[in-house]
């Protein structure tokens, strides 16, 4: 039987040893509507698409299928979390189950990861921007985007909350409204259309197994992002309460918007349909639907899910850089903090993104394109981490500290073997795709030379 999640009845919360000059300026709700809306991102609105053409209705599947490996990442990373809050979060718990290598290796990667990410969105969002604008130049855009987000950043920690509460609620709003409409639609009770039945549902498989594992792949690494709040849960009044809440309620948000949403748009719409790509599935529903000016209120909401990313993805690289050199990782000029903000990091994480967006400009056929496939498998890197880390302290907590059990991984350690067995399965399947294995051999040297030096870094400093 799976284990049931103790109450919350914790000792009092406390901040991690590398926490202990941020302002714990989170509230509850920021929380609440972070890890809401954490896992509506802009891949889910438009990347989801292509998984949509390769594995048809199937899609599902595979979205399910990848959602119950994350389900399984989060409640790992919530027990570890809620047991030792800290904003370096998987880093630090790397760290103390491994040793410095493992937490400098799962850090480095993930933040060179979002401060990437950065520049992508920030690219994203001006496209859109200019669509609306015609003439204004991209760059203007982007620079906008990043002195906004980066100004966010520098204030106190409840700016990024506070804009991340709006953002968030902006989108579960509009996908909460795309499944009403979806919903009474297949059910046929949506004035002036008839119900579709199963008819977009009975060729499952078009392009065979092939076909579900590119959907596969792409659907786990839309994924990417959820471990933003068990980052911001450490500047939290009740770190963790926050982390307990945002874990449990994990399962019924990915289960609601990823796979709901994609059941949705395959039994709505033919899953061949050239408009799903083209203008992405949410866009080619809603047209479907006949709702006058989809295309502009998805790209309005594609735009929000951008900015949102923008800003959670400058603040979770900016606090994983300090939680790092608060631990003797890295620069320790990227340890000052002023107003509880570690503000040097906030900027240095600025600085690589819009560098990020420069190298897309100066060199788009080949830094940029090398840069993106070094992250290509990164989130793979650091749930495995996660993984490990998990079983190693978790048998430590059992011993020395059950009480700081206030979440726990189900079935342990089963399911945790089974989540690092899923997780093997997924880099063997991106070995076999040509799209994916240019990818997986870039980010292994990137995580090989980390850990490389990492290593030599806990040899000279005779730690263990």
Request: proline content about 5%; aromatic content about 10%; charged content about 10%.
């Amino acid at each position: 039987m799976p284990h049931r999640s103790t109450p919350v009845t914790a000792p009092p919360p406390t901040r991690g040893d590398d926490d202990v000059t941020l302002s714990p300026g989170l509230r509850q709700r920021h929380l609440s509507m972070i890890a809401l809306g954490g896992v509506i991102g802009a891949g889910l609105f438009v990347g989801s698409g292509s998984a949509i053409a390769a594995a048809g209705p199937s899609v599902v599947v595979a979205y399910a299928v990848s959602g119950l490996l994350v389900m399984l990442v989060m409640r790992m990373l919530g027990e570890m979390s809620a047991a030792y809050p800290s904003s370096g979060s998987f880093s630090a718990h790397a760290e103390r189950a491994l040793g410095p290598w493992a937490g400098f290796t799962a850090g480095w990667s993930f933040w060179v990861l979002l401060c990437t990410a950065v520049g992508l969105e920030g690219i994203g969002a001006a496209k859109i921007a200019t669509g609306w604008l015609p003439g204004t130049p991209e760059w203007a855009w982007v620079a906008l985007f990043m002195v906004v987000f980066c100004v966010t950043n520098l204030a106190a920690v409840r700016s990024f909350g506070e804009f991340e509460f709006w953002f968030a609620a902006l989108k579960v709003g509009a996908i909460v409204l795309f499944l009403a409409l979806g919903v009474l639609a297949v059910a046929g009770v949506l004035p002036g259309m008839d119900s579709p039945g199963a008819s977009n549902l009975t060729d499952f498989l078009p392009h065979g197994g092939e076909g579900l594992v590119v959907g596969l792949l792409a659907s786990v690494f839309a994924y990417g992002g959820l471990e933003t709040v068990t980052i911001a849960a450490a500047e939290s009044e009740d770190p963790v309460r926050g982390v307990a809440s945002a874990v449990r309620t994990a399962m019924w948000r990915i289960a609601l918007f990823y796979v709901g949403s994609m059941a949705v748009v395959v039994t709505l719409v033919p899953w061949d349909s050239k408009e799903v790509v083209a203008k992405g599935p949410y866009v080619a529903a809603l047209d479907h639907l006949g709702i006058p000016g989809a295309g502009q209120v998805m790209n309005v909401v594609v735009l929000v899910a951008l900015l949102s990313a923008m800003n959670a993805n400058v603040y979770g690289s900016s606090r994983i850089a300090h939680s790092l050199v608060r631990r003797g990782q890295g620069p320790r000029a990227l340890a000052r903090v002023s107003s509880g903000v570690p503000r040097v990091a906030v900027l240095t994480s600025c600085v690589f993104g819009f560098g990020c967006v420069v190298l897309s400009y100066w060199r788009p056929d080949d830094v940029f394109p090398w840069l993106l496939n070094m992250i290509g498998g990164v989130i793979l890197v650091v749930w495995i981490f996660i993984a490990v880390s998990q079983l190693v302290l978790r048998r430590r907590l059992s011993r020395a500290a059950p009480e700081k059990l206030v979440v726990r991984m189900w079935a342990f350690p089963y399911l945790t073997w089974l989540a690092l067995a899923g997780m093997a399965a997924v880099l063997v399947l991106m070995a076999r795709e040509p799209g994916t294995r240019v990818q997986l051999s870039y980010t292994g040297g990137m995580t090989a030379v980390l850990a490389a030096v990492g290593g030599l870094r806990q040899r000279r400093r005779g730690d263990r």
